[in-house]
């Protein structure tokens, strides 16, 4: 089982530059930023986007009019050496997180990235040696960290009112889209050379992170990962265990091919004095379970889902907060995430390299 290291430590604040307030050029105005994302950051007070850029200009451009932007381009080194912008969200997909952040960070300015942090921990610790060489403040979408129900359940452990907690338990089981049924019509999510694994890292990535929000650190973890049903390359069904530093033992099961009436979405909490149930994904209610009944705890999420941890990281930029989401906590999620899908790259790097040495052979 992998130790992980415990890295902690805060940012440190930028003092407002420029105008007054934080200047945002996109680097990949896709989906995400589209209502996630994006129009958050021109609600967020001494916060504005001034910048845009996707490598499609006439999508950069038609991205840019809608959503009210005064610039867009075509090229990442343009939006990350222009003047104007002072810090760099980076919406692009995994494989070329690191390189954009680095480069931003370089550049001498702040850098917010979308999860998983990079493709491998190996990614994340160049960031971070780099964040730290230029005293630029690197920070990851890990949204969930700022969400009400997802507070409720941190408010309701810290007050010990399920006593001790003891263990945790989650469960994220899908269908297969079925654009996934084609190699042609795959998302980049099933690419391991894009995405640094399956939807396990998309998925899973999120669900991690939070249990180190509420638990503190991974110190030790262990997990299988397999390919089932032959979709893509990528892993599609993944188990793991995991310890906590502060002893509370989690486990975990994610397959993204079950049936559609198989479906299921869940993080269990285990104390002595009770439990709290609450889903990843659906944005449901937040159950507790005590000797005294079951009471449930409604929330509505902001229109932008981003929105809270967008002014978090608005107000540590200017000295005003603490963000919750840093690049040393996403490095930490990314580390557990190789290490429990590592059998299965291990193995197919091995078979890669019998089958490239018979090739010689021949």
Request: aromatic share 10%; net charge neutral.
């Amino acid at each position: 089982m992998k130790e992980i290291v415990n890295n902690s430590g805060d940012q440190k604040p930028l003092h407002r530059r420029g105008w007054g307030g934080l200047s945002w050029g996109i680097i990949g105005c896709g989906n995400v930023t589209e209502l996630k994302s994006g129009p958050a950051f021109n609600k967020v007070e001494h916060s504005r986007i001034v910048a845009v850029m996707r490598r499609n200009a006439t999508l950069a451009e038609d991205y840019a009019k809608r959503h009210g932007v005064p610039k867009w381009y075509a090229d990442a080194d343009q939006l990350i050496n222009d003047p104007e912008v002072n810090a760099v969200y980076i919406a692009t997909p995994p494989d070329t997180h690191a390189s954009y952040a680095i480069q931003a960070m370089k550049a001498g300015k702040p850098v917010y990235v979308e999860k998983p942090m990079a493709r491998n921990y190996q990614e994340c610790k160049e960031m971070l040696r780099v964040s730290e060489e230029t005293g630029m403040p690197l920070f990851v979408a890990y949204y969930r960290r700022t969400l009400p129900a997802f507070l409720k359940v941190k408010e309701l452990i810290d007050n010990e009112i399920i006593g001790k907690p003891l263990t945790v338990n989650v469960r994220l089981h899908k269908s297969v889209p079925d654009r996934d049924l084609k190699p042609e019509t795959q998302f980049w999510h099933v690419n391991p050379e894009i995405a640094g694994a399956g939807y396990f890292y998309d998925l899973a990535s999120h669900q991690l992170d939070y249990l180190d929000f509420l638990f503190g650190p991974v110190i030790q973890v262990h997990g299988i990962a397999v390919n089932q049903a032959g979709y893509y390359t990528a892993e599609d069904t993944v188990t793991g265990t995991f310890l906590f530093g502060n002893g509370v033992i989690g486990t975990g099961s994610w397959c993204f091919v079950v049936s559609k009436g198989s479906e299921e979405d869940i993080i269990e909490i285990s104390g002595t004095k009770g439990k709290i149930s609450l889903s990843s994904f659906q944005h449901g209610d937040v159950k507790l379970t005590t000797p005294e009944g079951t009471v449930s705890f409604s929330f509505q999420n902001p229109e932008n889902i981003q929105y809270h941890l967008i002014d978090q990281v608005v107000k540590t930029l200017h000295g005003e907060s603490a963000c919750v989401s840093t690049g040393k906590s996403g490095a930490r999620t990314s580390a557990v995430l190789e290490e429990m899908v590592k059998n299965y790259y291990s193995s197919k790097h091995d078979e890669n390299k019998r089958i490239k040495g018979s090739c010689r052979n021949i």
